[in-house]
Every structure is written in structure tokens, then in C-alpha cells.
């Protein structure tokens, strides 16, 4: 809707000054610069909204409470939406005490307590605010058990998420004018047909087989003479066998055909098909699909890195050598076109594959450090880099803008410094995890480090928040995949070994596993096989992929709109993206 009020703000404009009605344009101007909706948009709306709380300006925020209120949160009938409504509102004030405690105005505190104490008491949430009546009168409520935890960083940010995700929902519900429903209809017609293009081309993956299918079926009865003496495994490695064009009794070797027999084992998928990139020379270190999902990047320990197409056809695009290696992959979050790579000469590379060539490049202020992690923030430009050297005694992790490509922040590594080796931010940026080599896990919001605490014994070489971040997935060095909740800290919910003898000399980190887009399913390499977890309640091993006959390097999901296709990367050079059922 935000995109859609812009859009139809400079229609109004271009047509009122077309007619001459210039007076009237110019009102309109004056309209905007004072807009109380900040053009629809939850985040502008939550952020003037919190500003009166930064100011202590308490009519401030009542009004513009009040105000929209009345322009919007009424105008939704549902009830779990008001009662939503209602504790988000006394979290809101309640942040305004906190907030005027902590800049020392204890004035302001005294002056809520007049103003709107009585309101309270009379009000039906009475039994929430009852303690905070002696709020005033504590000497130092930030370590008074009763408003503790009001005052950590973590529940700030929560509040300040809440709210933004509650308007923007509110805001998706409220009844548009007619001028709005046309411009969002066109905006939707475009993004269904992009849409529509992404779904054509998984299908047309899952009908490759179509012609082993007919295939199959004329070979059904052959087979089934052979029942009474050949085992159920036997029939289902022919069914393969003749699907690739062969005879059942020619070249049988059991152990390397039933390796690639193209169905998931004691699981809830079922394999459809596989296609292999093969173009690499040398065992593959990264496999990432783009955010679309229309793109793969791949790369192998020779510093070679392939972006290429699945569809219609297997086809690369570009191709790219770094002398210095490749240390990471990181697709630009929400544009397809951008990839930036991590190299060993402390430099990270954005290409742009639009017009095929590097466009810009930032530099780490120490020389010939591994760019080992990189993450986009989703709201801005920025990007998060992590660096050490070859012996992992030196760390740098930084924040740039990739407009200006200048480093905004230097992010303080505490207790001790060590260097990160995973990064993920959280669907709005706020949120942002990483995993070290001391085996710890933070979480930073506004950069600033507001929780940490030691997962395992060994270094953590993936982190990732899970659908509804309110816990985080880390994968480390000793071979186990852990389940940590945010909130209470540091509680671990399940740990599954998923390797008994874990490799050793690990150069390149989070690369390990990947989530499906409904976060139930957790794709993780497995010596020579990719298993799927099922994650949906506790860490159970679900499916296990077919074998690619090596080692598998790494992992990726294809996330965009649901569709089952994973992308797996071996030590053989072989990339292979498989559709599940």
C-alpha cells in the first residue's frame, strides 16, 4: 500500500498541475509535508510513534495513539485485533515510564501517574498497572524483580516489533479508496505474473519425467513376474534403471545404483527428479539459490564462481575467477541481481549480473584477511562482513553502506574477541544473529550486542533465526544441530548429532543448512547424503535425499513461494538441484 500512495501522490500531482490547478497542488503539497499516515507505511508510523516516547512528550503520544486509533484500529471488526490492540497500548506506556527513567525525568513518571492514574484504575486492565503504582517511589526499579525484565534490551525490540507488525497489519485490512484499489490491482497483476513465471518453472522441472513415467508403466508387467523372487528394493532400483534409458540386468552394481535410486528414504517426501550442474573443475565450497529464486551461484576451492539458470534449461551466465579464493556467498536480500562474494585478499566483491561485471568493492582496513561471512540487512543497504585471517587469530566484523561504500559501524565482539563465522538478520532487520569460533552465540539489535551465551564447546559454523525468530538453529563444528530459544535466553530446546565423526580444518562456514519457507523442514549435508529434519516440533530426522556419491559440501533451499527444490554442492564439483514431493 506504502508504494501505491507514492505512486498515486505524483499522479494527483502531475494531473492537477496538467489542468492548471495549481493552488490545489500546492495544498496538496503542503498536505503531505504535515501527513500524519507517513504514506501508509507501519515503519515510518511506528518510529513517529515511538519518537513521542524518545521526547517524553506525553500529550504527543496520546494523541497521535487516539489519532490513529480513530483512522484506523476501529475501522477493523475483529475482536482479537481490539484485544491485541489493547495490550499493545499499555506495553506502549509502559516503555514510556521505562524510557523517561532511564534519561533520568522523574518528573515525567510523576506526571503519568497523575494524569492517566485514575483512567487506569478505572479501566478493565487495572490488574496489569497495579504494581507499577509504586514505579515512582522505587529507588532503582531496573533491579526491582517486579520491572526487571522491562528494562532489557530484548523486550524494547519487542515492543517496537509488535507495534510495526500490528499496524502493518491493521493497515493490509483497512478498506481502500477506489484510486488505491487500481493502482494495487496493476501493482498485483505484475507480481502474479512473476509469480506465475517462478510456478512454470518448477513444473516444468517436475514434468521432465513424464516420458520415464510412460516408460515405467509399459515396464510394470515385466516386473511383476519377478516378484516372487526379487526384494521390494530390486524393483525400485530397475524402475530407475529403466528411467534412465538402461536394461535391468546391464551394469547392476548395488551398492553405487541403489545410492542413487531417486526416491527420499522412510520419509515424507518423495524425490521427483534431479538436474546436475557439472561445470565446475574442482569440489565445491558454495551452493546458493538468489532470493527470487531464479539463480544459482556456485563455487569451488579454485577461487571459480558460476552463476548459472535451471530453467528452462541448465545454462551459465557468468563466469567469475578470484586468485584469492572464495571465503563466502551472499545473495542481496529482495534483489536478484546483486551477489556479493567474500574473497581471501580482505575484499568483498558485488556483482552486479545485469550487466555481467563487478560493480563496486569494499576493502577491510586489514590486508589479506578471509571475508568469511556476509549478510544484507532486508530494510536497508547495508551488509554485515566478518573477517579473520589464516590462523583465526585476528577478527574484524563491520557494517557498510553499500551506497556510499563506506563502514559504518565497527560491532564490538564481547566477552572476548573472536571471529564470527555466521550471520542472519531477522525478516526486518532488526534482529541480527551470529556464531563464532569460541563457540557463542549473540544477538545484536541497533549493532549493539543486547545478548550472547556459550552454545557449544566447539566453533559454530551456521546460525539461522527460525520462521517465527523467536528461536535460533546453529550447527557446529563437533557435529551437533542445536535449537536455542531467544527468550528466556540461552535455553536450549533440542540437540541432535548429526555427525559421529565431524571434518576437520573447516575453512568456509555458513554453508551447512537451510530452511524450508515454513520453517517445518531443516536441510542439512550429512557425509554423502542430505537429510531433511522436521523441525515443526523438536529436531526429527524426516527424509534422507538421494546419495551423489561424494561428500556433500553444502546445502540450499529454494525458498520463494513454498516450491520443494533443494540444491546440494559435493566435493566431486557436482551441483544438483532435486524436487521433492
Request: with cysteine.
Amino acid at each position: 500500500m506504502a508504494r501505491s500512495c507514492v505512486v498515486m501522490d505524483e499522479m494527483v500531482r502531475e494531473y492537477l498541475l496538467f489542468r492548471g490547478f495549481t493552488k490545489t497542488a500546492q495544498a496538496l503539497e503542503t498536505e503531505i509535508k504535515f501527513d500524519k499516515d507517513k504514506n501508509m507505511r507501519a515503519d515510518k508510523i511506528t518510529d513517529h510513534l515511538l519518537s513521542f516516547v524518545y521526547a517524553s512528550d506525553l500529550s504527543g503520544l496520546k494523541d497521535y495513539w487516539s489519532y490513529l486509533n480513530k483512522r484506523f484500529f476501529r475501522k477493523i471488526p475483529n475482536t482479537a485485533i481490539h484485544k491485541t490492540l489493547v495490550k499493545l497500548e499499555d506495553c506502549l506506556y509502559k516503555y514510556y515510564i521505562v524510557y523517561a527513567h532511564q534519561s533520568q525525568k522523574h518528573d515525567k513518571v510523576v506526571e503519568f501517574f497523575e494524569r492517566f492514574g485514575r483512567d487506569i484504575l478505572g479501566g478493565g486492565n487495572r490488574e496489569t498497572w497495579r504494581e507499577w503504582f509504586c514505579f515512582p517511589y522505587v529507588k532503582n526499579p531496573e533491579l526491582n524483580p517486579l520491572f526487571k525484565s522491562y528494562f532489557l534490551r530484548i523486550w524494547s525490540d519487542t515492543v517496537h516489533t509488535s507495534l510495526q507488525n500490528f499496524i502493518s497489519s491493521v493497515l493490509d485490512a483497512v478498506p481502500l479508496p477506489a484510486l488505491l484499489q487500481w493502482k494495487d490491482h496493476s501493482f498485483d497483476e505484475v507480481e502474479e505474473k512473476q509469480q506465475l513465471q517462478r510456478e512454470v518453472t518448477v513444473l516444468k522441472m517436475k514434468l521432465q519425467d513424464t516420458s520415464s513415467v510412460h516408460q515405467l508403466d509399459e515396464s510394470t508387467n515385466n516386473l511383476n513376474k519377478q516378484l516372487v523372487t526379487r526384494s521390494d528394493l530390486d524393483i525400485a532400483e530397475d524402475f530407475y534403471i529403466i528411467s534412465a534409458g538402461r536394461s535391468p540386468e546391464a551394469g547392476r552394481s548395488p551398492l553405487t545404483d541403489r545410492s542413487i535410486i531417486p526416491r527420499c528414504k522412510n520419509g515424507s517426501f518423495t524425490c521427483l527428479n534431479h538436474r546436475d550442474y557439472t561445470e565446475h573443475t574442482a569440489p565445491l565450497i558454495f551452493a546458493r539459490f538468489s532470493c527470487e529464486g531464479m539463480f544459482c551461484a556456485t563455487s569451488d576451492i579454485n577461487g571459480a564462481l558460476k552463476i548459472w539458470t535451471f530453467s528452462p534449461d541448465i545454462k551459465t551466465l557468468h563466469s567469475f575467477v578470484f586468485k584469492s579464493g572464495i571465503y563466502s556467498l551472499h545473495w542481496a536480500t529482495k534483489i536478484d541481481k546483486l551477489l556479493y562474494v567474500g574473497t581471501g585478499d580482505s575484499k568483498i566483491k558485488i556483482i552486479n549480473i545485469s550487466n555481467r561485471k563487478i560493480t563496486h568493492e569494499l576493502s577491510h582496513p586489514t590486508e589479506n584477511l578471509r571475508i568469511i561471512s556476509l549478510a544484507s540487512n532486508v530494510m536497508c543497504t547495508q551488509l554485515v562482513s566478518s573477517a579473520t585471517d589464516k590462523e583465526q587469530t585476528v577478527s574484524e566484523f563491520l557494517v557498510w553502506d553499500c551506497k556510499t561504500r563506506e563502514c559504518l559501524h565497527v560491532l564490538e565482539i564481547t566477552p572476548l574477541p573472536s571471529p564470527v563465522t555466521s550471520t542472519h538478520f531477522n525478516h526486518n532487520g532488526n534482529l541480527l544473529v551470529c556464531g563464532a569460533m569460541d563457540g557463542m552465540i549473540r544477538v545484536y539489535a541497533d549493532y549493539q550486542c543486547i545478548m550472547g551465551w556459550q552454545a557449544s564447546p566447539s566453533a559454530i559454523h551456521t546460525v539461522k533465526f527460525s520462521v517465527d525468530e523467536n528461536t535460533v538453529f546453529a550447527f557446529c563444528k563437533d557435529g551437533t544441530l542445536t535449537q536455542w530459544r531467544l527468550y528466556p535466553m540461552s535455553q536450549c530446546l533440542y540437540t541432535v548429532t548429526v555427525l559421529e565423526v565431524p571434518p576437520q580444518n573447516i575453512q568456509h562456514y555458513g554453508r551447512d543448512i537451510a530452511l524450508d519457507s515454513e520453517g517445518k523442514y531443516l536441510l542439512v549435508g550429512r557425509g554423502f547424503q542430505a537429510v531433511v529434519y522436521s523441525v515443526d516440533n523438536g529436531i526429527v530426522e524426516d527424509s534422507i535425499l538421494p546419495s551423489q556419491g561424494s561428500k556433500v559440501s553444502c546445502v540450499d533451499w529454494h525458498v520463494p513461494y513454498s516450491t520443494r527444490l533443494c540444491l546440494t554442492a559435493t566435493n566431486s564439483g557436482i551441483a544438483r538441484i532435486i524436487g521433492l514431493l
